[in-house]
């Protein structure tokens, strides 16, 4: 890839991607997408008593999106929703060992992917999603 170093766990993530798929009967299906990438993520959440049981995504885009979707899935099951709103990109891409600055934005798809997940949800439970601040849909681009 280039002249770009990826972590070993990018790269893991890359080539044997977690929950890789849908979920028919989905709690909250989040979409996003970067305009200028042109990059799209779509994530579907199973929720049970407010526990995320299940996390799935379909990525059309780069290897960090792939890798950091991958990330956002294992890390969101078993968290509540309350806890899965506090994942950031930051800790996505720490989990992943790292992002070079040109592909921090990819992380921020996932953690977009992940929020308008959780916003679906919350709109299909009828509960109030006011208090968390959703974050713009498109990724700020960090230029390359
Ligand atoms: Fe756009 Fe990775 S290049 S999400």
Do not use: W
């Not at 990525?59 to 099951?77: D, L, P, R, Y």
């Not at 950031?88 to 592909?103: F, H, R």
């Amino acid at each position: 890839m280039g002249d770009l170093n990826y972590s070993d766990k990018v790269m893991d993530h890359f080539f044997h991607p977690r929950n890789v798929g849908e979920i028919p009967d989905a709690s909250g299906i989040g979409n996003v997408g970067n305009p200028i990438c042109g990059d799209v993520m779509r994530m579907y959440i199973k929720v049970e008593n407010d526990i995320i049981k299940d996390a799935k995504f379909k990525t059309f885009g780069c290897g960090a999106a792939i890798a950091t979707s991958s990330m956002v899935t294992e890390m969101v099951k078993g968290k509540t929703v309350e806890e899965a709103l506090r994942i950031s990109n930051k800790a996505v891409a720490e989990a992943l060992g790292g992002l070079p600055a040109v592909k921090l934005h990819c992380s921020v798809l996932a953690e977009e992917a992940l929020r308008s997940a959780l916003v679906d949800y919350y709109k299909k439970i009828g509960r109030d999603y006011s208090s968390f601040e959703p974050k713009p849909v498109t990724g700020e681009h960090h230029g390359d």
